[in-house]
């Protein structure tokens, strides 16, 4: 990934002053083309060192692409002070610093070369980069402005842009640029992507619902977007379609994609469809996934189920495992709830409503104060 972004960035200007060297650069080129890195740097230990900066290169780039990345810092390091106007040292140990997990010190290097090369706009955009790792979102979204206003047709700029944008609860700005962007080019998937995520966010499922079919068939890897064809999954669901959910659950499944998200979206599309065994195999399949705090919202989905074909007894249950587990008031009233209303058990009812009031003397949310007054207008008569 990072040699990737080097790379392009490196596309922009020469790497380096040509200089004359004791050593052969035309075999050390047969070597970097042919990939053969522990050859390059081998043949570089073996001759003698001249003191000009295109040796400093070749020996930073060899450690480099040897992932030696210590001895390359050092060299390029070393090659940064013998001149600091040379892009490519800067951009490695930019790089390396990012690797390490020092956004602040590779935001020095990625400053200095938007001095140097202010009509580059990659600079701009790793800079960038660097200042939203650091959370300094005014300064990121400065940055990558300047990139945009460089190269507005760039896609992973326009990307970027939308991102922080949003970071930042921009985003009506961040969907016009998305809209701008895509009057003239449709074919970047990760746009399609952001566009489809922004729409599903706004409540509009139609639209979301067009955009992410129209990534799906271009067949797009889910593993770089799946955030995008979840909220495809769950537009259709919201729109009640849920032949269309299960569509793109069991597309997900042959990409390899599935993930608790898409198994869960099923199992309600399943539910919708009144196809209770295959939603609960699904649940199941989900609290497997997760048996954190989402698993909670699983066995109430399994517990809607069993209400829904009329297996109460297994609904109480399935309450009473979920608040067992993680302890969430809900689950309480819910427990009372079916007992009363389906079972008209009203003894064991008052006994998980009692047990609510214990745990809740005082409701933090407006939810719990609902189910508090309920639960004293429902006791009330037994304690005259």
Avoid at 226 to 235: E, G, K, P, Q, R
């Amino acid at each position: 990934m990072h040699k990737q972004i080097i790379f392009s960035i490196l596309c922009l200007i020469p790497v380096i002053v040509p200089a004359q060297a004791s050593y052969n650069r035309d075999r050390l080129q047969q070597f970097f083309q042919n990939q053969e890195y522990e050859q390059s740097l081998a043949y570089l230990k073996t001759v003698p060192a001249p003191d000009n900066e295109q040796y400093l290169f070749d020996l930073g780039y060899a450690c480099y692409m040897n992932e030696d990345f210590k001895q390359a810092r050092s060299v390029f390091t070393a090659l940064y002070q013998k001149n600091g106007s040379l892009p490519a040292p800067q951009i490695y140990l930019a790089s390396i610093h990012n690797m390490n997990r020092e956004p602040d010190s590779a935001l020095f290097y990625y400053k200095n070369l938007t001095r140097l090369f202010p009509e580059q706009y990659k600079y701009w955009q790793a800079a960038a980069a660097a200042w939203y790792l650091l959370k300094k979102n005014d300064s990121a979204i400065a940055c990558i402005r300047k990139s945009y206003e460089l190269k507005p047709t760039a896609g992973k700029v326009v990307y970027d842009y939308c991102t922080y944008l949003s970071g930042a609860k921009q985003k009506n700005q961040a969907e016009q640029l998305i809209d701008q962007f895509l009057r003239f080019d449709t074919t970047y998937a990760p746009i399609i992507g952001k566009k489809v995520n922004l729409s599903f966010t706004a409540g509009r499922y139609s639209e979301a619902v067009a955009w992410g079919e129209r990534l799906r068939s271009r067949d797009v890897a889910p593993a770089e977007l799946l955030s995008s064809y979840i909220n495809l999954l769950f537009s259709y669901l919201n729109l009640k379609r849920p032949d269309s959910v299960i569509s793109v659950y069991n597309w997900l499944l042959l990409q390899d994609a599935n993930n608790e998200s898409a198994a869960y979206g099923a199992a309600l599309a399943f539910a919708m469809k009144k196809e209770y065994a295959v939603s609960d195999s699904l649940l199941t399949e989900c609290i497997g996934f997760n048996i954190q705090e989402m698993a909670a919202t699983y066995y109430r989905a399994k517990a809607g189920n069993a209400v829904a074909v009329q297996n109460y007894t297994r609904a109480v249950a399935l309450y009473d495992t979920s608040y067992y587990l993680f302890k969430d008031l809900l689950d309480l009233y819910q427990a009372g709830s079916v007992l009363h209303r389906f079972l008209k058990n009203n003894t064991r009812a008052t006994a998980y409503y009692k047990r609510f009031l214990q745990v809740c003397p005082h409701p933090k949310t407006d939810e719990e104060a609902t189910i508090t007054r309920y639960i004293k207008e429902f006791l009330s008569p037994q304690k005259k």
